[in-house]
């Protein structure tokens, strides 16, 4: 995308985003537990002399908030948790090394210095422990003990239950790119949770981690800047999905099958709409970091209430529309991205894909278009049809139940309306859904229903698949390679996924993490995409990931925003965006 839906806000372009504290809400939850322990120790110790330290449940307990805050611990520092004089600490330290509870990690060349970290067999006893006591908890007192704030977490039980994907396991051998791992993002909400978890991501990959976040259209022209340099200044780049194409033919990206065995990333298990995406040619270029499906958002409560079926189609989204909009009472019937642009050429192309109509001729297959032919350099543009012209009636329609400054809106502003209030449907990421979802005052909190794009007359649902995938510049110095490779698999991996999830993120491109419990309690989103996912609403036609992508959305947004205007005719709209796109791809680079 190119002024993208994951929206331009808290971004410092240009600059190294500052750290702060690691975690948030969802680590204080995980912390928990290792509260309860530490206070409830302390008062049983403190309530008779006869009640001594027990070394293994310190040093335990040590180990494991310092590995949720992202802290290095130090045999010294472990030691000095027990408790219980040095000779003896150190010996219980040796046997919980011993029995695999503990994992070393050398701090330098000689091996000599060392930082701990817990063993997978102590996070799986940690799981087991967080569970019982819970159950415990609930059978003995009488219902589940919760926490702060509306999620149920249980002493930060319910994140490793029995099923649950476990946490992050620190790599065997630290990574050891000079300078640290130096990455390159969108500053979108699932990368700045990213960054706020940085301390754990570098205790896990055992090296610094540099992270500068870019406005979407700085961020690709940083990206294109980078691949003329002689050497990368990053190890890992995010992509925005449709430039795959433009960054595969341009030599940006290096194809990961090249430098990894891809059986690694566990193909299967994204959407399949997430990974077909990431190629060009029939090769992978990134891996999907997020997966951030552009939905229908609608107030269930508010359509209830008015005794109105959720608008499945695009006849009944204008007939909600009407009944809402009333502009005399500050109330108006639907937002969706106008603004003069990429943001309208993308809701122009994705409008299209609801008729049925993909931007390109595109061969047809089961259940979408095939989009594999596009490294052929055959494909020709298709924007002047019958089911173009139906798509340009229905924004019209949509035009006349918008808020007054809908031709000036964009990707974060089409949501704040609806998280306000004022309008009770709108075209959306999954990705902004936090902006209601997590505010306990907007009157969407709860009552949201979320949807595949509604469909036009003739066609199918279609909830266009958008978001980032991360790559390695083509350009990187082999001695780079390997620790970027294997931090490419920590940052996409399922625990990674399910951390943002539960920091805050709403996108997620993994079936994994959709079905794990803890995530689904945190939003129905993520149910109502898997749901789509597996009837194949899911789609990436709608936008091409050509390398004139860019220059489409433009114009696009050009040549309709002059029909929204009422510049022109719908009819002369299309003819001159078809003009135009027949004339950029005809003059097209060789």
């Not at 589940?144 to 396991?169: C, H, N, W």
């Not at 082999?478 to 490419?488: D, S, T």
Request: net charge negative.
């Amino acid at each position: 995308m190119t002024a993208s839906p994951e929206s331009d806000m808290n971004i410092q372009s240009g600059h190294d985003i500052e750290t702060g504290p690691a975690g948030g809400a969802a680590r204080d939850d995980l912390l928990d537990m290792v509260t309860f322990l530490e206070d409830f120790g302390d008062e049983l110790e403190a309530s008779t002399e006869l009640f001594v330290p027990n070394p293994f449940y310190r040093m335990a307990l040590h180990l494991m908030r310092a590995h949720f805050e992202g802290k290095i611990v130090t045999p010294t520092a472990l030691i000095g948790a027990s408790r219980v004089p040095y000779a003896t600490a150190n010996r219980r330290l040796k046997d919980m090394v011993a029995a695999g509870l503990i994992e070393q990690r050398p701090r330098t060349v000689t091996g000599k210095s060392v930082s701990l970290h817990p063993s997978e067999t102590l996070l799986e006893q940690w799981r087991a422990l967080s569970g019982r006591i819970r159950r415990l908890a609930e059978t003995r007192f009488g219902g589940a003990v919760k926490t702060s704030g509306t999620k149920d977490y249980y002493f930060g039980g319910s994140y490793m239950e029995t099923r649950s994907i476990p946490p992050l396991q620190v790599l065997g051998e630290p990574l050891k790119p000079q300078g640290g791992l130096r990455v390159l993002v969108h500053g979108d909400p699932t990368f700045m949770v990213m960054d706020n978890l940085k301390r754990q991501f570098e205790q896990v990959v055992g090296c610094a981690i540099h992270q500068r976040a870019f406005s979407i259209d700085r961020l690709r022209e940083e990206g294109l800047r980078n691949a003329e340099r002689r050497a990368s200044l990053y190890d890992i780049i995010a992509v925005d999905l449709p430039w795959i194409g433009e960054f595969a033919q341009k030599g940006v990206l290096m194809p990961l099958d090249e430098v990894m065995e891809i059986a690694r990333l566990d193909p299967p298990d994204f959407h399949a709409a997430g990974w077909s995406a990431v190629h060009w040619g029939g090769r992978p270029y990134g891996v999907p970091a997020q997966m951030t499906p552009e939905l229908f958002f609608y107030r269930r409560d508010m359509f209830a209430e008015a005794g109105l079926e959720p608008p499945t189609t695009t006849a009944r989204v204008l007939d909600a529309a009407r009944h809402f909009h009333k502009p005399n009472r500050g109330q108006y019937g639907i937002a969706w991205n106008a603004a003069r642009g990429t943001a309208l050429g993308h809701t122009v192309m994705m409008t299209m894909a609801d008729f049925g109509q993909p931007v390109l001729d595109l061969p047809e297959i089961a259940g979408g278009y095939d989009l594999g032919v596009l490294a052929d350099d055959s494909y020709r543009p298709t924007f002047d049809t019958e089911a173009g012209l139906a798509a340009c009636d229905y924004l019209l329609e949509l035009l006349s139940c918008s808020p007054p400054d809908i031709l000036s809106m964009s990707w974060y502003e089409r949501v704040r309306p609806y998280a306000s209030g004022a309008v009770p449907m709108a075209y959306g990421y999954t990705l902004l859904a936090p902006y209601f979802e997590l505010d306990g005052s907007s009157p969407a909190a709860g009552t949201t229903g979320y949807l595949p794009h509604p469909a036009g007359q003739g066609a199918s649902p279609v909830a266009p698949v958008g978001g980032y995938v991360m790559g390695i510049p083509a350009n990187l110095p082999p001695e780079r390679v390997r620790a970027a490779v294997e931090a490419l698999i920590v940052f996409t991996s399922p625990e990674a996924q399910k951390m943002y999830v539960q920091n805050g993120s709403r996108t997620n491109p993994r079936y994994s993490v959709g079905a794990d419990p803890e995530v689904r309690r945190l939003s129905p989103i993520f149910e109502a995409v898997d749901g789509m996912s597996w009837r194949d609403e899911l789609q990436f036609w709608p936008r091409p990931p050509i390398p004139e992508i860019c220059d489409l959305f433009q114009i696009c947004g050009e040549e309709f925003h002059d029909m929204l205007r009422g510049l022109v005719t719908p009819r002369e709209a299309l003819a001159r965006t078809q003009a135009r796109a027949d004339a950029l791809i005809t003059n097209r680079d060789p």
